[in-house]
């Protein structure tokens, strides 16, 4: 009933973390940094206090020498901005940013004063539209008398093109959080008419806007002209990629990303970039100055699981980390850049004649060559086919500048044909993978390039774990497809899971790419962009997902890749790509390769998809898939060895924990059974190429957990608010994601793989046995007595005695057993004391007191007496027992 106690509390919790999430959006903390890249001849002076709007404005320096990076951290709430005055020689630089993280908007302005009586004030008070985050552009460039400042996106290094552009070409969706002022000699720049002062950036700047294909064009050129740049250009292309994806995953998948590049190529001088290292001395100094105190104590490379560990609450100290390692990372931008300045000049990969690959134009804003007319009555869709038709317009007046005439295409208005997808799918799969083949040959070459095994070993574990990429890719349309751009997302994370086994570049270009044999269709809708494709091979299955999924499969990557690292049995599936694709009117969409959880070799006679709850999940007329009513009602069981029992439940209990930690819910374990023919050869336990031999069946079982991309948002909060009001609040498929993997890991166990003679985990066995309570606190008031019971978990194993009623010193006659595994060494032995209460008058049960034990201590005495120690979180309160840890 829907008035019941329990049923108000859960409304009221749900009304408060409504409350919170929206007053964390409007209050939380954020930040901007501005990073100042000094290539001037001049040392560059910090000019008093900064002058800031509702915010902070922490420098990292007072001067900058030539080729050094300081940064300027702006935050405080979710919004603000601030001013800044530099002394370049006899000039005066002014830099203005604000952002609002709530109304998705960052702007910025950067002016040279243009004679004596010029105040930083005046500057902020001349840019009240850009400066306080109106929809209007601000200048991103700017000249003096000697000196020319140019502002790029700190995510990507792009120069010409801000924030409104950006989205209006669909190419992000986020504005960005961080930017990049390049200061320059004059003297030093090419002319540009128009341009302030006719002058442009240095054209070695263009490499790191470069897409993926010109970046494969100019790694070979490089590769096979001048060898001993080939360090510099890669370096420059893995952190522009790397760049791209740290804005969308935490601070610290975000400062292990960036530690794993300063170590590989400039921490040291036998580093493929360690001559620089005299040169980024005052950046190398402030990053061991500003490392996180507890990553400073790890020895050896970086290691994620010491990332993992810096709690919540160190934001700030972990921001400061992260704002070092970037700035040494940019100065190490600004030495690869000169060195390659030469061979930029001169290289001709955007010339048509001499690359085959089409080139789009960067240019300077929108409003370059679109009228007013065009801009007002434009939407976001007509955006790209209005950009085009003016690109094909003008195109001889860029031709001077390295764009040329695109080649024959078809219209970018003409919807998309029922073909075109799977055609798309194809070439984004192929180039990416190409780029990814490339890679790991220029990788090779480098490693062999050094001496120092130390240095190898750098490189090697940088190829082992970088954990986030975003790398973009450009296709020019053809009468055959329309044009599409596509980035992929930590392909060499992904291709890397397995060690290249199944999900390697090399199996993509052959089961995937375009010179592979036709996908299987699922299911496609051309008008939607919704598809469901199999490879030809059945080993991959390709399919779109919201961007909501995307953007939570990108931030769990990090962890992903640790996880399945860490237990190589995992029942996770295993990614294979994740993409986004681009298409002109209007297409956009997220989609993965999966690698199939069944072998493609043997025919699936039964499936079954099962949550680990009843309510709802049982197959209706004409679906072949069975769920967990089906499963349950037809008495099956997973019949296999003792030992190999043990070590699947235990490794599923390791992926629902890691699946808790990101607060989802709704996955499922697929499960699909093959029958073998009479006199097929049969085996035991795990079978080679995947799957497992069933004992005493003639049975294949193929196992996966799938459908891991669903967050408990308020959406999801408000649905199982909705199933508690009927009365279904925690056998519902909807349920907190704690209780979820607790439910689906008590249901494995119990009802879905053949129950054991004994509770017994992979390490043994944990009992406790005389449970007594003494002096209890009663929470039921002056008029009545607690009715105590005892909760036992370990990890997200958990037993509990029967219930003592009105008993304040209670001896519970139960002995509780708990599965002892692998992954509970370093956990603590959770002991949680109970009020049981009814749910209509009281609502749910009340906590009298807890106890928590450290396993280490319980598998070293392997017997821990506990007599009458205090409950931790009351006032009064002891439990005594006995624990007993029996191995396997």
Not at 541 to 567: C, F, G, N, V, W
Not at 672 to 698: E, I, T
Request: proline share 5%; charged share 25%; hydrophobic share 40%.
């Amino acid at each position: 009933p829907a008035a019941h106690m329990f049923f108000l509390e859960k409304v009221a919790n749900f009304t408060s973390q409504a409350r919170e999430s929206a007053l964390s959006a409007l209050a939380g903390d954020d930040s901007f940094i501005i990073h100042i890249c000094n290539e001037t001849d001049a040392v560059v002076t910090l000019q008093s206090l900064p002058h800031t709007v509702s915010s902070t404005c922490v420098p990292s320096f007072k001067e900058l020498q030539t080729g050094e990076v300081g940064s300027l951290r702006i935050g405080g709430g979710r919004g603000g901005g601030a001013a800044v005055e530099l002394q370049l020689g006899q000039e005066r630089c002014f830099i203005g940013a604000s952002f609002s993280s709530v109304g998705q908007s960052s702007r910025f302005a950067v002016d040279f004063a243009r004679d004596g009586k010029a105040k930083l004030s005046d500057f902020q008070a001349k840019l009240p539209q850009a400066f306080y985050g109106s929809d209007s552009s601000s200048p991103d460039r700017a000249a003096g008398n000697r000196f020319a400042a140019f502002c790029a996106r700190g995510d990507t290094g792009t120069f010409g093109l801000w924030s409104a552009d950006f989205v209006r070409e669909g190419n992000y969706t986020e504005p960005p959080k961080s930017v990049l002022v390049v200061l320059d000699g004059i003297d030093q720049l090419p002319p540009k008419p128009g341009f302030p002062n006719n002058v442009a950036l240095r054209p070695h700047y263009v490499l790191l806007g470069m897409d993926g294909e010109h970046r494969m064009h100019f790694l070979q050129y490089i590769r096979d002209s001048f060898k001993g740049l080939l360090p510099h250009a890669f370096f420059l292309f893995e952190f522009s990629a790397a760049m791209r994806a740290t804005p969308s995953v935490g601070l610290r998948d975000t400062a292990f990303t960036l530690d794993l590049l300063i170590e590989a190529f400039v921490s040291e001088h036998d580093r493929p970039l360690g001559h620089l290292a005299d040169s980024l001395g005052p950046n190398l100094e402030r990053w061991n100055n500003q490392k996180h105190p507890g990553l400073k104590e790890s020895e050896g490379l970086p290691c994620y699981a010491e990332y993992a560990k810096v709690a919540d609450s160190d934001r700030v100290l972990l921001q400061e980390h992260v704002d070092a390692s970037s700035s040494l990372l940019w100065a190490a931008v600004g030495g690869c850049m000169r060195a390659l300045s030469k061979v930029t000049e001169t290289w001709t990969g955007f010339d048509e004649e001499a690359s085959p690959v089409h080139r789009r134009p960067k240019l300077g804003s929108v409003e370059e060559f679109l009228s007013e007319e065009e801009l007002d009555d434009a939407d976001n869709e007509d955006m790209c086919a209005l950009l085009s038709k003016h690109l094909q317009r003008s195109q001889s007046n860029h031709s001077s500048s390295g764009g040329f005439s695109p080649p024959s295409r078809r219209k970018l208005t003409e919807p998309l044909a029922q073909n075109d997808i799977p055609t798309l799918i194809r070439n984004c799969v192929g180039d990416s993978s190409r780029h990814a083949v490339l890679r790991k040959s220029i990788l090779a070459t480098l490693k062999e390039s050094l001496s120092a095994s130390s240095a190898k070993d750098a490189l090697e574990h940088f190829c082992h774990w970088l954990p986030v990429s975003v790398r973009e890719f450009e296709r020019p349309g053809t009468e055959e497809c329309p044009a599409v751009c596509f980035r992929a997302f930590s392909a060499e994370l992904l291709s890397n899971l397995d060690d290249g086994i199944v999900t390697s570049a090399e199996r993509l270009l052959s089961s995937v790419a375009e010179q592979s044999p036709p996908l299987q269709a699922m299911a496609t809708n051309s008008k939607s962009g919704e598809f469901f494709f199999f490879s030809h091979d059945k080993m991959f299955l390709i399919k779109t997902i919201s961007d909501a999924e995307a953007y939570l499969l990108h931030s769990m990557l990090p962890a992903y890749q640790e996880h399945l690292r860490r237990y190589p049995r995992s029942l996770i599936v295993r990614y294979a790509g994740l993409y986004h694709m681009k298409v002109a009117k209007g297409l956009s969409r997220f989609f993965t390769i999966m690698v199939s959880a069944f072998d493609p070799e043997y025919k699936i006679h039964e499936t079954f998809d099962v949550k680990g709850s009843l309510y709802h999940r049982k197959k209706k007329e004409k679906e072949s898939i069975g769920k967990d009513q089906d499963w349950y009602d037809a008495k099956r069981r997973l019949h296999l060895p003792e030992r190999v029992t043990r070590e699947i439940l235990a490794a599923h209990e390791a992926d629902a924990a890691f699946l808790m930690s990101f607060n989802v819910l709704d996955y499922s374990l697929l499960i699909g059974v093959h029958h073998l023919a009479a006199g097929h050869p049969r085996g035991s336990g795990y079978r080679d190429g995947g799957g497992l031999w069933a004992q005493g069946d003639k049975d294949i079982y193929f196992i996966g957990l799938i459908d891991f991309l669903i967050g408990f948002t308020l959406n999801k909060q408000a649905e199982h608010l909705v199933r508690t009001a009927q009365g279904h609040g925690d056998d519902a498929s909807c349920v907190h994601p704690e209780t979820y993997a607790f439910r689906q890991v008590k249901f494995l166990r119990d009802a879905v793989f053949e129950p054991g003679d004994e509770v017994v985990g992979t390490l043994g066995t944990l009992r406790l046995s005389g449970l007594e309570g003494h002096g209890l606190v009663n929470t039921d008031g002056p008029f009545d007595v607690s009715d105590p019971y005892l909760v036992a978990t370990l990890g997200l194993q958990r037993a509990r005695t029967p219930t003592v009623n009105n008993n304040l010193n209670p001896r519970w006659s139960a002995v509780l057993e708990l599965p002892v595994n692998t992954g509970h060494k370093m956990l603590d032995l959770c002991l949680q004391v109970m009020d049981e209460d009814s749910v209509v008058t009281r609502g749910s049960d009340d906590k009298m007191g807890s106890l928590d034990i450290p396993m280490s201590r319980i598998l070293e005495e392997k017997t821990v007496h506990l007599k009458e120690e205090s409950l931790q979180g009351v006032r009064k309160g002891r439990i005594s027992m006995k624990i007993q840890f029996i191995p396997a």
